[in-house]
């Protein structure tokens, strides 16, 4: 069984940093582009950022030069730094994996994790 776990969302005033965390689970042998995309309340759900297994960024003009995706490949975790934050990045965070691979040959499509809410104070 595989799952993503998202941490380190919360409440954080306008021009704080937050930094998410998203840990895959699982006998993991491959795991491909992973990213975080968000969804504010009434609104479509928007990526954010995207990172390739190679360490290759997209990043969302709405947040480029403010945030920062990254990953561990050996704990095939994906963090997102986010610094400088408005109110309107409030929104809840998912984190989302393309593709996994385990070590018995299983393959997992477009996971998602649970969630975390991000929410700025003007």
């Known amino acids: 069984q595989v799952q993503l776990v998202e941490s380190g969302g919360g409440l954080v005033q306008a021009g704080g940093s937050l930094r998410l965390s998203c840990a895959a689970s699982?006998?993991?042998?491959?795991?491909?582009?992973m990213g975080w995309y968000r969804q504010a309340p009434g609104k479509q759900r928007e990526l954010v950022a995207s990172?390739?297994?190679?360490?290759?960024?997209n990043i969302a003009d709405s947040v480029k030069g403010r945030f920062t995706i990254s990953r561990d490949n050996a704990k095939n975790t994906v963090y997102l730094q986010m610094n400088s934050l408005k109110p309107e990045d409030t929104a809840v965070y998912y984190c989302?994996?393309?593709?996994?691979?385990?070590?018995?040959?299983?393959?997992?499509?477009?996971?998602w994790g649970q969630g975390t809410q991000v929410t700025v104070s003007s």
């Open positions: 990172i390739t297994g190679g360490g290759s960024t």
């Open positions: 699982g006998s993991i042998l491959v795991c491909n582009n």
């Open positions: 989302n994996v393309d593709r996994i691979v385990t070590y018995n040959s299983r393959s997992y499509r477009n996971l």
